[in-house]
């Protein structure tokens, strides 16, 4: 079961345990596969180690012990494309 829930841009995102999954729109890398094919199921983008997931507009971060991880794409392209470590 999903500890937490979050949508950004077509896509939604779910903490279930210590991993995050994405399904849906991946038109802004939110599958953390960078931009490709959408998923209806499930797309492992963590497999271990989250503890918090948020996700916004066209991004989302997590924590994996006590590093931020990020996905997707800002306004800014901070992020860029795929998964990216932030600290």
Do not use: K
Not at 7 to 32: F, P
Not at 46 to 70: H, K, P, Q
């Amino acid at each position: 079961d999903a500890s937490q829930i979050a949508r950004a841009g077509g896509a939604t995102c779910a903490l279930e345990g210590d991993r995050v999954l994405c399904a849906g729109n991946n038109g802004h890398g939110i599958l953390g596969t960078g931009v490709g094919p959408s998923s209806a199921l499930p797309v492992e983008v963590i497999g271990s180690g989250v503890s918090y997931l948020d996700c916004a507009d066209r991004y989302c971060i997590a924590r994996v012990g006590n590093e931020w991880w990020g996905w997707g794409s800002d306004w800014y392209d901070s992020f860029g494309y795929g998964l990216y470590h932030i600290t």
